[in-house]
């Protein structure tokens, strides 16, 4: 899911002020855990809305786990292939292939 996180600083332009450009998080639902009281809890991550090294939207990004064999969870671009942690949000894979 995507949703607005606020905009860009504004600047003047040649008609007058004109307002920055919106940034946008993409939000994935994790795997799901069981806590202390024996209710289900999922984590959610907010990342950036684009792919870092190639710009195409995350909110087409592929989340994998421990589920589908995983070490940790990690988003990959399907336009680039980069995968990134989505604990610390670093680059597992950039550009690969």
Do not use: H, N
């Not at 950036?48 to 195409?56: E, H, P, Q, S, T």
Request: glycine share 18%; net charge negative; aromatic share 10%.
């Amino acid at each position: 899911k995507a949703v607005e996180a606020g905009r860009a600083p504004g600047g003047m332009g040649p008609t007058g002020f004109q307002e920055g450009s919106k940034y946008i998080w993409s939000l994935v639902r994790g795997e799901g855990y069981y806590g202390e009281d024996g209710e289900e809890e999922v984590k959610v991550f907010a990342t950036d809305g684009a792919c870092r090294a190639c710009k195409f939207p995350l909110t087409r990004g592929v989340w994998s786990g421990a589920q589908a064999g995983c070490d940790e969870q990690t988003l990959t671009c399907p336009a680039c292939g980069t995968r990134y942690s989505l604990e610390s949000g670093e680059p597992l894979d950039f550009l690969p292939g």
